[in-house]
């Protein structure tokens, strides 16, 4: 296994990756990144929705960049979001695992979607040409031949998510440390951007990924 999927595999020890979206932009700032979350799935905070329709995210800045997260695996930001996100010559990643055992992983670069699958270890073999060369090697570790492959299924959601993190510093080139990723998972409620789930889902059921344009203003 590389090391830079190592050096995940260590980071995320104090993390719990079952039910995680872990979102990194590179050349943004908090603002800006804040400003795009919120009008792709924002929430008022004074807004009743039922609880398993709310989450929150939170966002810390990092060398090169901003990483954020949120903890249920489901507000994950859409794909019109992420491109949004990378535009201007930003690049940006999503990784995402949910209690489903379900393992997104998505990228943009400069305004473009390069990659995105809402459960990328189980892609159909006709369909890995789709993975950017610059990212086959790792991809390859964590893909499953459902027709082929014997794996262990308890390891299945650490390994999709910490190969999904060294994705993400390929794109971004952005690495997160433990201390990172730490501080992130214990943000406390106030420093947290309510939003709504499913707005990824959603987006995917109706085939709209161009509800959110434009790069972000940082006027937030």
Excluded: N
């Excluded at 050096?7 to 800006?32: F, I, N, R, W």
């Excluded at 995210?57 to 507000?75: K, N, Q, S």
């Excluded at 950017?132 to 390994?159: G, T």
């Amino acid at each position: 296994m590389s090391e830079r999927v190592e050096h995940y595999k260590q980071a995320v020890e104090d993390v719990d990756v079952e039910s995680l979206t872990v979102l990194v932009v590179a050349g943004a700032s908090v603002a800006e990144v804040r400003e795009v979350i919120a009008d792709d799935s924002g929430l008022a905070r004074c807004q009743e929705v039922d609880d398993h329709e709310r989450s929150a995210y939170a966002f810390l800045e990092v060398d090169g960049g901003v990483a954020a997260m949120e903890l249920t695996g489901y507000a994950d930001p859409t794909v019109a979001a992420l491109t949004r996100l990378s535009a201007g010559g930003r690049s940006a990643a999503v990784v995402v695992s949910d209690i489903q055992a379900h393992d997104r992983f998505g990228c943009a670069r400069d305004g473009a979607l390069l990659f995105d699958d809402p459960e990328y270890t189980f892609l159909d073999p006709d369909d890995r040409s789709r993975v950017p060369d610059e990212l086959r090697s790792l991809f390859d570790l964590a893909w499953v031949d459902l027709d082929a492959d014997l794996y262990d299924a308890d390891d299945d959601d650490v390994i999709g998510f910490v190969v999904g993190l060294a994705m993400a510093e390929v794109v971004t080139g952005i690495t997160l440390t433990a201390d990172d990723l730490g501080r992130l998972w214990e943000a406390g409620p106030d420093e947290m951007l309510p939003v709504r789930t499913l707005a990824y889902a959603t987006e995917q059921a109706s085939g709209d990924t161009s509800a959110a344009t434009g790069p972000p203003t940082g006027s937030r």
